[in-house]
Antibody
Framework: QVQLQESGPGLVKPSETLSLTCAVSGYSISSGYYWGWIRQPPGKGLEWIGS???????YYNPSLKSRVTISVDTSKNQFSLKLSSVTAADTAVYYC???????????WGQGTLVTVSS | QSALTQPRSVSGSPGQSVTISCTGT?????????VSWYQQHPGKAPKLMIYDVSKRPSGVPDRFSGSKSGNTASLTISGLQAEDEADYYCCSYAGSSDVVFGGGTKLTVL
């Protein structure tokens, strides 16, 4: 069974960089698939942040592209998200997920709430 | 890249059928057969219900079905049950490996 688990600070100060890691178990990232980050502000809808292929190719939401970096560490079977220059608008539950070839995210982490506040 | 358009809410009585629409453009929904649907209960992670417009992952009841016509995709839930009450989101491939979600629809089972 594929499982994903997000980890990282729950509180980030404005203008700083948000950093999260997604540990994958039950499947080797290097075997394939795209892996993605999605966020959900409190009481609002889902927003795709970006995706990464096991080879390291990355694809970002154009609205966040200038601030986002997604990387993969196949030796640790995990991938990471960095979002720079955060503001209160970046407060959200952040999910990591596996992207099915058909475009659907078939396995999700439980999500982690990141609050941007001084 | 704009969010796909979904109705904010829909409702139905147990046993009835409801359909949730998801309208995009020829650059996303209309351009590819890569539409997926997610069910999200409060405080939980989204769950994939439909992918590739109309395919169901293993374990998803056949009461859930998906379709697409032009730039609009639809999720139909037949034989509504109380546990179907949740938020539903559509999602589409938008070219160049981009992905776009809909704004979400709250389903109320009366």
């Amino acid at each position: 069974q594929v499982q994903l688990q997000e980890s990282g600070p729950g509180l980030v100060k404005p203008s700083e960089t948000l950093s999260l890691t997604c540990a994958v178990s039950g499947y080797s990232i290097s075997s394939g698939y795209y892996w993605g980050w999605i966020r959900q502000p409190p009481g609002k809808g889902l927003e795709w942040i970006g995706s990464i292929y096991h080879s390291g190719s990355t694809y970002y939401n154009p609205s966040l592209k200038s601030r986002v970096t997604i990387s993969v560490d196949t030796s640790k079977n995990q991938f990471s998200l960095k979002l720079s220059s955060v503001t209160a608008a970046d407060t959200a539950v952040y999910y990591c997920a596996r992207l099915h070839p058909g475009g659907g995210f078939d396995y999700w982490g439980q999500g982690t709430l990141v609050t941007v506040s001084s | 890249q704009s969010a796909l358009t979904q109705p904010r809410s829909v409702s139905g009585s147990p046993g009835q059928s409801v359909t949730i629409s998801c309208t995009g453009t020829s650059s996303d929904v209309g351009g590819y057969n890569y539409v997926s649907w997610y069910q999200q209960h409060p405080g939980k992670a989204p769950k994939l219900m439909i992918y590739d417009v109309s395919k169901r992952p293993s374990g998803v009841p056949d009461r859930f079905s998906g379709s697409k016509s032009g730039n609009t995709a639809s999720l139909t839930i037949s034989g509504l049950q109380a546990e179907d009450e949740a938020d539903y989101y559509c999602c589409s491939y938008a070219g160049s490996s981009d992905v776009v979600f809909g704004g979400g629809t709250k389903l109320t089972v009366l």
